[in-house]
């Protein structure tokens, strides 16, 4: 019997309900693959967005991924070029993120097809988002009360923190972006409700990602409020709470950590010798780059890095990182394709906070390679399907 669409909307549904049930607990629930001759490990939440790939299989059409064949074929052909220099089970871990790029492209499309046979409903995501921003602060003021010091997080592979907020992400970086993402939406939820609730949500974000102290995050908080306020007209706001952040962030307390001292430099050294590496890497491949992502295994082969560390899959600029592993081919036709899908948004306010969104997103992917991280493409893509318009020219399901 042929399968209908309305069941497959049925089951995109389940699929994104179940990642925004999990989104909160981020790098705790991961997933290790060490029993094939390879010591990797991934996040159950890139295991759960794979059933979105599923669903368009299912299907049996190119329909909407038609818009993304031009990268996929370019980001294949690096992967086939590599093969010449590595073996298949040494480009595996590659090949695994490069089929994790792709579930978010078809997460995209199921978050599209389930809002227009109505499954999911548009206003019902912003809300489930919003409650996840919420876990979320709260899992990192947990962890920031009972656990601040994880500096043993270093023997497995992670970095070193102490007295600084990471949550679930282990991160401060990323965890401030995710963050930064809350903080953004419920503020544009403030301005196109006046809901109070909304804007005490807001302001526990922006405390929240105080004590990230992640710069990156500030610089991208900070360009993203006042980007949202130009978009609403409502430029009162983002000038005193531009005042009034980076007054707080001379109140904040400064244990005896390195990680705490907003002035530090070492983090900076260490990003400008991180992006010389990665030019390095893209001067040897141009035009194709080294595989997405086979990063690691030019780090190793370079600059003679540690495998096991998650920053070994890499490179402190996303930019770079999409010219390392794809070249100028894959950065080009990933661009030109999102450029197509920019132009079918619905001009409403969701289509502001995901202007503002992308925005901070782009600041902060010049620091970490935050563009492609996991949690970041989940939360964009399900805000750019609830703004795309409900019937499109350039993007289709199938």
Not at 146 to 171: N, Q
Not at 318 to 344: C, E, P, Q, Y
Request: proline share 3%; aromatic share 18%; with cysteine.
């Amino acid at each position: 019997m042929a399968i209908t669409k309305k069941p497959v909307s049925e089951l995109g549904k389940y699929i994104v309900y179940f990642y925004l049930l999990i989104f909160p607990f981020g790098q705790l629930l991961r997933v290790n693959l060490n029993k094939i001759g390879i010591d990797f490990s991934f996040p159950l939440i890139d295991l759960i967005v794979t059933l979105s790939l599923f669903t368009i299989l299912i299907k049996k059409r190119g329909g909407y991924f038609k818009n993304f064949y031009g990268f996929m074929a370019a980001a294949s052909f690096s992967l086939i070029i590599s093969l010449v220099s590595y073996s298949f089970l040494e480009i595996l871990p590659g090949l695994l993120y490069f089929q994790r790029l792709i579930s978010y492209f078809a997460l995209f499309a199921v978050v599209i097809v389930s809002i227009r046979e109505k499954t999911l409903d548009r206003l019902s995501l912003i809300q489930f988002l919003q409650i996840v921003s919420f876990f979320i602060i709260a899992l990192g003021w947990l962890q920031y009360f009972m656990f601040p010091d994880l500096r043993s997080l270093r023997y497995v592979g992670w970095d070193d923190h102490l007295y600084r907020i990471v949550g679930s992400f282990l991160d401060p970086g990323f965890a401030g972006l995710i963050l930064v993402l809350g903080g953004i939406l419920t503020l544009g939820r403030f301005f196109a409700t006046k809901n109070k609730i909304h804007f005490a949500l807001f302001t526990l974000s922006a405390i929240t990602v105080a004590f990230t102290y992640s710069r990156a995050s500030y610089l991208a908080f900070l360009i993203a409020v006042i980007t949202l306020g130009f978009l609403y007209k409502k430029f009162l706001l983002p000038v005193v709470f531009t005042v009034s952040f980076l007054l707080s962030l001379t109140l904040l307390p400064r244990p005896s950590s390195e990680g705490v001292k907003l002035e530090r430099t070492y983090s900076i050294s260490a990003k400008f010798q991180n992006y010389f590496e990665t030019i390095k890497i893209i001067k040897n491949s141009p035009v194709f780059g080294v595989g997405y992502n086979s990063l690691c295994l030019v780090r190793q082969k370079l600059f003679n890095d540690n495998s096991k560390s998650h920053s070994c899959y890499g490179s402190d600029s996303s930019l770079l990182f999409l010219l390392a592993t794809t070249g100028v081919v894959g950065f080009m036709t990933l661009a030109n394709t999102f450029l197509r899908i920019f132009k079918d948004f619905v001009k409403n306010q969701y289509y502001k906070i995901l202007i503002a969104s992308f925005l901070a997103i782009i600041i902060h992917s010049l620091f970490l390679n935050s563009l492609f991280y996991s949690w970041v493409m989940g939360w964009m893509v399900i805000l750019m399907g609830i703004t795309i318009k409900k019937r499109s020219k350039t993007v289709t399901y199938g």
